[in-house]
């Protein structure tokens, strides 16, 4: 069984700062692309940032230069470091990883998804 376990979500006020982590856990035997989603109420599921195994990131337009993505390839984990978050930021934030279970395998998963409120 493979699970991705978050944590690092709640309220803060505009301007604030918060850091979400996000680590596989299970029979993993290696972690290829982890992305940070989000998901705001009566809105779809958009794409936050994406981060490769290697380190290569790319960023929504919207979160670019308040918004980090990194990763430990030894820890299965991947974090967002939100600074100067906006009250359009107020979302469920979703982890994905493409986790591959043995050398040919791999599957597709997501985390349950902490909420950040930012409040006025």
């Known amino acids: 069984q493979v699970h991705l376990v978050e944590s690092g979500g709640g309220l803060v006020q505009s301007g604030g700062s918060l850091r979400l982590s996000c680590e596989g856990t299970?029979?993993?035997?290696?972690?290829?692309?982890m992305a940070w989603y989000r998901q705001a109420p009566g809105k779809e599921r958009d794409l936050v940032a994406t981060?490769?195994?290697?380190?290569?990131?790319h960023y929504v337009d919207s979160v670019k230069d308040r918004y980090t993505i990194t990763r430990d390839n030894a820890k299965n984990t991947v974090y967002l470091q939100m600074n100067n978050l906006k009250l359009e930021d107020t979302a469920v934030y979703l982890c994905f990883a493409e986790i591959h279970v043995s050398a040919n395998c791999e599957f597709d998963y997501w985390g349950q998804g902490p909420q950040v409120t930012v409040s006025s």
């Open positions: 981060i490769q195994r290697g380190g290569e990131t």
């Open positions: 299970g029979n993993i035997y290696r972690i290829n692309n």
